[in-house]
């Protein structure tokens, strides 16, 4: 009992730092207990809800940075299509969004869209909306949609703290909830205004860790089911539920094989696999897919298999002879493989079972989707992860991580078996792709968790039971019976009291030092809507550059409302949402082709490019240019991607016809073709009469630093738009054919 | 220019016309106003009356196609001779259709406060306001073109009266004249063109001028404003105002350059706006500029605030948003005789925004009842309800909706809940007087001479306090200038009601003393026969009047 609430004390030093005072009233436990009338253990429980409570407001706060410095907004660009969506499922109910299809993107050929989303974050939002309204709330839809990320991310400290308490102790569940409130990695994505996918799949990711290990350790049926409905959250919310459904049979064949198989995990895993399946399977981007598709088949493999498993108990439990047994065993094995290898290699052949997709791929060979998907390659978040945002997203966890799997392996029990193979596939994940360090972050803060808490728990030990001996020298109960043998028998160490207090201190000025750099983090790198950008002015005031939604704006007003606008990908589900306007392709990268016509288009010659946009119905094309205000990722930077894509399906265009020596560049120096292509023009079209910057030339392109090559250009089949404030976006209408006559 | 030759069919038609009265204009001075998108005609003119008929009202005449742009047209009086002596005060204006005039004009009466009797003159200042009257010409202009713009009126002064001696003057912007009509006595001084003066014309004298000019100014036309004002219970009154704005000048055509903007704006860029400033009420705080996109980081709040688009506005491009504030609300609601009452402005802030659709939304709180609004001008008006916080069935809204707004309409209007106070007093007796009637009939039936009594005394006490309170409502109606029409009604009904009272209770009183000397049931009747006609008959009165107050 007392041990628990030590662990209490250690969490409190790692959420804040008001630790010292509670540490400080909590040192003299017999006086207040006495006073305040309340029971030892409701005293912890006071603690425990008051810290949880504490935690989640915390959690919610620490993610409104954005709305506090920009305001309320959707930030990025597929929270703009989630918010389209989303808006379009409170208008028209959801019936109409499950149906609908959109011909506003991907023209001319539409996207279904109630068929290639995962719904989950959108029905949650719209849920929330619908509850609220019904409470006599008159809030606007926006509002619930950029709160929704950072309302999960508070339910997930809930999450953390169970699972924490599941695997360890509740001290540990503690300190996982504090840890994962702040923590970077799981901020990035979940910020106010972020209203993605992940925000809600994080939290259903855990919940479903959580209650499938929770039906592990009781063997209940309850909780598998449960396991399986969070499981449908996760399938519902994002296609990161690969990860679930491939972790969790890898996790079920360790058991077996470390001989760890029980009746429990049998419950929990058929309950779990075939209930989720079913369930996975109403949700029609996923549709069949557990059943066909290469990625599930892990699954459905370590299904049968503990079918086999369970068969052969069952025959060894008939047979009491171990020669028979061993016999059967030989031929069961083989049968069962056998069997399993043919239909999987017919199921293969015959193209019932997909193979692996190249996202997929891609996971497994970092430098698959380089060679072979460029779409994939060409998004930031796809890159495999530099060491520098390991440090700058976990922070200490990074070195607590080993610590924890330390103590994990020392107090080994089928839970935290999950957790440690949960933190090492999720790292080797999170090194592949930027993106995947969001999926590690639970397991960090859950490990790291179990580290914090056991040493602090060790530590604070140490320095009571001292203490205690000296000061009552009796002993209550057995654990701190023990602890005081163990003390005695450490007695010979010197200085120990005081190192363990040099310790402790050093552990909090760690957790201090955490908080500190969490919270830097959120408000430098994670709170930007990225939309609106900002920048210091000459006199150190803030400078917002808003061109975006003034292209966006301008083209929701002052073009027809069938106007078809052309741009590279990024910037559909924008175009969409905020302009209203048709785009030829976005975000959702499901036909190659079609993006690849587009980089076509940008990279030929004007009258070449004509041709592609009159087939496409172009009626105005929009770039993204940075070189007045020194704007990095923008299309010229990007154009080099527009190219491969372009190139890998139509060989027309070369890669090396755009380059020097290999060597990319917009300057004087740069190839012809780079200069005349439609994308260079559309650019720089009458930049090289703008002087950018004192005492450079007119044409300094800041955001390359170079002088441009090619000052006189002349449009021939487009004519300018519209070009914003800080010409970051420019705007070309396509002229109509001219007169034959 | 089509509909000139309309207008010459117009002459032709209206020449042939009798003479309406024996009105004459003896002087008329007319001043065109045109240096903003919107025409300001303001008219001086000395009517005199040359017949032996006192004449009441004043007709002022209108070509059609002009008078489907009016916006606002208000005549006011001067008494005395001289200028600037004696008070001015508006005169009621409505359109008339006078038998035997040409279809193509559109009449206004003024009517003059008292009859003008022969040989009395006396002097009209007539403010009229057009909207998209300027018509873009060219009408399609590139970037760096100025936009010319033409007006169309009449040199003469259309009037059914014979017009003894005019004069005109058009007021232009400082800026280039492109061309203009050339009468005889036309002069131009500075930016203004001098027309006049002319005497001795019969009336229906037309004779068209049109003027040609740049007209740079801003041409924000609000095609729909909607503004809604609600009352909080907690101190505050939240405006929101939607607008869609449109450039209405002349259409750009060609590339828009941002370099050549950036360079030199007043030159690449002179016929579009950049901003409108917005004069909002004094101690408006909270305020908030967003459109459907988010918030409008190229406007400023200084001490007015100044909506800035996201983009500069040229010749037929769009944008919307919407601007909210927060205004104290003991600046505008009022409280008086237990009744509240909500004065606030019509139209918008912003200088120079015609407004082509204004609908005006009070949210009042939720449970208000009986609302009546009254605007100085006639308005369309319906009720709605709308959810906000809280509601569990919803809040009261009056809507007001007007077209062709300009910043002259910007004037206060009223919305109270008053009138149906007095009506819910009204009704509140009846309701005792029936208790009373009921009580004879139990007295009837059981003879508890006693009980009766008591629920006289009863009654008695409930109609003093009413009475109590009706009695500061009805200093409010005779005190407020809105309720005039209504006050007499309001008044008998209050008279009758308490004649019917007296009667009542008389008739309580002898039913009682009958019962308590035990006189017997048809010797009551008797006695109680006539009065109760009396009664019968004015609570009929009552009710119908009830019922004529409940239509207003």
Known sequence: MVGKMEAVNGVKSGSNSTASTFQSAFFKPDLSLKSLKLKTKQQELLIRVSILTLVYILAFITRLFSVLRYESMIHEFDPYFNYRTTVFLTEKGFYEFWNWFDSESWYPLGRIIG????????????????IIRFLRFAVHIREVCVLTAPFFASNTTIVAYFFGKELWDSGAGLVAAALIAICPGYISRSVAGSYDNEGVAIFALLLTFYLFVKAVNTGSLAWALASAFGYFYMVSAWGGYVFIINLIPLYAMVLLITGRYSMRLYVAYNCMYILGMLLAMQIRFVGFQHVQSG???????VFFLMQVFYFLDWVKHLLSDTKLFQAFLRITVTCAVGVGAIALGVGTASGYISPWTGRFYSLLDPTYAKDHIPIIASVSEHQPTAWSSFMFDFHILLFLFPAGLYFCFKRLSDATIFIVMYGLTSMYFAGVMVRLILVATPAMCLISAIAVSATIKNLTQLVRTKSKVAHTGSTKGTTSGKASSKASLDQSLPFQRNGAIALLI?????????????????SEAYSSPSIVLAARGAYGNRVIFDDYREAYFWLRQNTPPDAKVMSWWDYGYQITAMGNRTVIVDNNTWNNTHIATVGRAMSSYEDEAYEIMRSLDVDYVLVVFGGVTGYSSDDINKFLWMVRIGGGVFPVIKEPDYLVNGEYRVDKGAAPKMLNCLMYKLSYYRFGELQTEYGKPPGYDRARGVEIGNKDIKLEYLEEAFTTSNWIVRIYKVKPPNNRW | MGFRFDLFIV????????????????????????T?????????LKVENSGNDPVSEVLLAFPEHQEKNLAYLTASFREGKGKGKGSTSSLPVEVVHPQGMPPALVFYSVSLPKGLGKGESLTLDVLVVFTHSLKPFPKEITQADFQLVVFQDSGHYLSPYEVKFQSLSVKLPDARIESYTRLENTKTVGSEIKYGPYENHPPFSYSPIVVHFEQNQPFAVAEQLVREIEISHWGNVQVTEHYKLIHAGAQSKGEFSRLDYQARPQVRGASAFRHLV??????????????????????HLWTELEIEPRYPMFGGWRTSFFIGYGLPLQDFLFESGGKRFLNITFGCPMNEVVIDNLIVKVVLPEGSRDISVSAPFAVKQWQETKLSHLDIVGRPVAVLEKTNVVPEHNQHFQIQAAIQQVHDIISRCLSIHDKLEASLRDLSRTGDVQACKAARKASDGQLKELSKELRPLLAFLQSSP??????????ELVAKERELQEKLM???????????KKSGGKEIENRIASQQQKIVALRQEVDDLLDYIDEI
């Not at chain 1, 068929?115 to 619908?130: D, E, H, R």
């Open chain 1, 295 to 301: 990625e599930h088949m892990a699954a459905m493999g």
């Open chain 2, 482 to 491: 809105q309720a005039a029409q209504i006050l007499p009604k309001v008044e």
């Open chain 1, 506 to 522: 050093g552990a909090f000025y760690l957790l201090c030092k955490y908080a500190t750099h969490c919270t830097w983090v959120t």
């Open chain 1, 115 to 130: 068929g290639t989303l995962y719904p989950g974050l959108m029905v949650t939002a719209a849920l929330i909306y619908s």
């Open chain 2, 506 to 516: 008389l008739k309580h009183t002898t039913v009682a003393d009958s019962y308590e």
């Open chain 2, 278 to 299: 917005a004069k909002l009420p004094p101690r408006a705080h909270s305020v908030y500029f967003r459109d459907e996109i988010g918030n409008i980081s190229t406007s």
């Open chain 2, 11 to 34: 002459l032709i038609a209206i020449l042939s016309v009798p003479v309406l009265s024996d009105l004459i204009l003896s002087k008329v001075d007319r001043r065109i106003d045109l």
């Open chain 2, 36 to 44: 903003s998108q919107v025409v300001r005609i303001t008219s001086t």
